[in-house]
């Protein structure tokens, strides 16, 4: 263990430091992975002790080790999303801005001068962060307001919000304990104008997500919210489902009472949780939603409800057949945030 983490600490920072000056795309890179391989292979040997005729997948697997390409699609990953969270005065920016000048000047030295032409005839990393730029957006907020100290909902209305689990120890009774518990929730609050019902779900194909929320109160009709994103984590469109279904829930009049029914109940509690995490910018306008919407009623309130998948409850269902019928087949041209 300890030659495992002396070999990530030490060995492999010192072995691919600059490594973008020849990591990009198009780049003749197999003299370069040939040597990292060897090094991978030895590292591994080094750390299990074993034989040198030994496979070396089998070795990686065992050492804790991922393969070396891998581990240079991460920390390119990053090192492009770190360039976008510099200061705007700062060179990279500058060079990176990919609008055109407004001044045709000779020292203009920015991506946004060059033709569509020479973007293409030129590589290297700044290019490929320029390119990859509308994968890049804002989702980590770690200052907003809503994270102030005093200003924690979990502080203020505990007592206002509340999760209902799935009991794992029932055993083979408890798909049709949770369903007759959910449609005794529907049948109880589905006559009050109080009260809004929310199913949320989502699914991914191809690399597109597809949120939905369906939002029931009695004397309205059934409120559908379909959005769209590339590129983005199953809890992230999860989360994106519940914030939308929040949204249209807090808008109804008289509404006191907002039920969520969710199969990522996970993804629900990211909203409570103060420490840093990579949703925080929706955390942080639900939470908004949420603020307003105690503050407007005492006794208003919001209950989470699991419901897993696989009890095929009828009315996740028909969010989930929506879900899948609503998505997308081809990527967007360019990623899609969430909804304000």
Same mark, same amino acid.
């Given at each position: 263990?300890?030659?495992?983490?002396?070999?990530?600490c030490?060995?492999?920072p010192?072995a691919?430091?600059g490594?973008?000056?020849?990591?990009?795309?198009k780049?003749?890179i197999?003299y370069?992975? *040939?040597?990292?391989?060897?090094m991978?292979?030895r590292?591994?040997i080094w750390?299990?002790?074993?034989?040198k005729?030994?496979?070396?997948?089998?070795?990686?697997?065992?050492?804790?080790?991922?393969?070396?390409?891998?581990?240079?699609?991460?920390i390119?990953?990053r090192?492009?999303i770190h360039?976008?969270k510099?200061p705007?005065?700062?060179?990279?920016k500058n060079?990176?801005?990919?609008?055109?000048?407004?001044?045709?000047?000779?020292? /203009?030295?920015n991506i946004?001068s060059?033709t569509?032409r020479?973007?293409?005839?030129?590589?290297?990393h700044?290019?490929d962060?320029?390119?990859k730029?509308?994968?890049?957006?804002?989702?980590?907020?770690?200052?907003?307001?809503?994270?102030?100290?005093?200003?924690h909902?979990?502080?203020?209305?505990s007592n206002h919000?509340?999760?209902?689990?799935?009991?794992?120890?029932?055993?083979k009774?408890n798909?049709k304990?949770?369903?007759?518990?959910?449609?005794?929730i529907v049948?109880?609050?589905?006559?009050?104008?109080l009260?809004?019902i929310?199913?949320?779900?989502?699914?991914? *194909?191809?690399?597109?997500a597809?949120?939905?929320?369906?939002?029931?109160?009695?004397n309205q @009709?059934?409120? *559908?919210?379909v959005?769209?994103?590339?590129?983005?984590?199953?809890?992230?469109?999860e989360?994106?489902?519940?914030?939308?279904?929040i949204?249209q829930?807090?808008?109804?009049?008289?509404?006191?009472k907002?039920?969520?029914?969710?199969d990522?109940?996970?993804?629900?509690?990211k909203?409570?949780?103060?420490?840093?995490?990579?949703?925080?910018?929706? /955390?942080?306008?639900?939470l908004? *939603?949420?603020?307003k919407?105690?503050?407007?009623?005492?006794?208003?309130?919001?209950?989470?409800?699991?419901c @897993?998948s696989?009890?095929?409850?009828r009315?996740?269902?028909d969010a989930d057949?929506?879900?899948?019928?609503?998505?997308?087949?081809?990527p967007?041209?360019?990623k899609?945030?969430?909804?304000?």
């Amino acid at each position: 263990m300890q030659k495992q983490l002396l070999y990530r600490c030490c060995a492999l920072p010192i072995a691919l430091y600059g490594f973008q000056l020849w990591f990009y795309n198009k780049a003749p890179i197999s003299y370069h992975m *040939k040597i990292l391989n060897k090094m991978q292979r030895r590292a591994a040997i080094w750390i299990l002790g074993v034989f040198k005729t030994s496979p070396l997948e089998g070795m990686k697997a065992l050492a804790g080790i991922i393969p070396i390409r891998f581990h240079l699609h991460k920390i390119a990953k990053r090192s492009q999303i770190h360039s976008f969270k510099l200061p705007d005065n700062h060179i990279l920016k500058n060079l990176l801005n990919n609008a055109p000048p407004q001044s045709k000047s000779p020292n /203009s030295h920015n991506i946004g001068s060059l033709t569509d032409r020479q973007k293409a005839l030129t590589k290297g990393h700044l290019i490929d962060t320029s390119i990859k730029s509308h994968g890049i957006f804002p989702s980590f907020s770690p200052l907003d307001p809503e994270f102030f100290p005093g200003r924690h909902i979990i502080d203020n209305f505990s007592n206002h919000f509340s999760f209902n689990l799935v009991n794992k120890e029932k055993g083979k009774n408890n798909k049709k304990t949770r369903a007759q518990e959910l449609n005794k929730i529907v049948l109880i609050n589905s006559l009050s104008p109080l009260s809004a019902i929310m199913i949320t779900d989502a699914s991914i *194909k191809n690399d597109i997500a597809t949120s939905i929320s369906h939002v029931h109160s009695a004397n309205q @009709p059934l409120i *559908k919210t379909v959005h769209h994103t590339s590129f983005v984590t199953t809890t992230e469109v999860e989360l994106v489902a519940i914030r939308c279904g929040i949204n249209q829930a807090c808008s109804l009049n008289n509404v006191s009472k907002i039920i969520v029914v969710t199969d990522s109940i996970h993804a629900a509690k990211k909203i409570f949780d103060s420490d840093v995490h990579p949703f925080q910018i929706h /955390s942080a306008a639900i939470l908004s *939603k949420l603020w307003k919407f105690f503050n407007s009623n005492e006794s208003n309130s919001i209950e989470f409800w699991e419901c @897993p998948s696989k009890i095929k409850w009828r009315f996740h269902d028909d969010a989930d057949k929506d879900s899948k019928s609503l998505s997308y087949t081809s990527p967007p041209v360019w990623k899609t945030t969430s909804p304000r």
